[in-house]
């Protein structure tokens, strides 16, 4: 049996590998197209936010997201579009805000900032980035949850991130006082960073 094989079979018998890979690549990808917006070129891209973004991508995202999923589909198998809405609605209302102050706060900490600046970080950027969040993730989890095998969610949800990574980067360097307002519509902002 040769190397791709072993691979292959590999990421076929452990889909928390397979997702874990993925988002070791996409992550980091997503952090360089990003900073490519701030005007950032080869020669000064921030190598170590990239490496930041790969870690928690890979170690963090990937297992917490398999978990859920996992739990979703053992709680309400199937891939009916009845199934999909409940997966959906407990979704948008219980991992995604999880995730997104996850996000803010243990990339606050991996760069040096102390715990209460962590915590600021997550009380100023949850709230648009949820929004935004809100408006745009539940159609992704309902064509996840009805028309992707359990198999290949987590890979699906990573190929998705890529633009979604790219927006929660933009959001992580946005100073405070550059945050969108409450009256701010999520889904113009969404388009405007694209």
Known sequence: MGAYSKIYNAFKKYPLLRGMTSYSIIWPTSSLIQQSFE?????????????RYGVYGSCYVAPTLYSWLTIANIMWPGNSIKAGIIKTCVETVTYTPFAMCSF?????????KQFHEALAEVKSKFLPTYKVGASVWPA????NFCLIPPRNRVVFISLCSLVWTCFLAYMKHLEKEALPTSNTNPIKLLKANL
């Open 140 to 143: 992704i989890a309902m064509i």
């Open 39 to 51: 005007g950032k070129t080869v020669g000064n891209y921030d190598l170590w936010r990239c490496a």
């Open 104 to 112: 803010y706060f243990i990339m606050s900490l991996l760069e040096a």
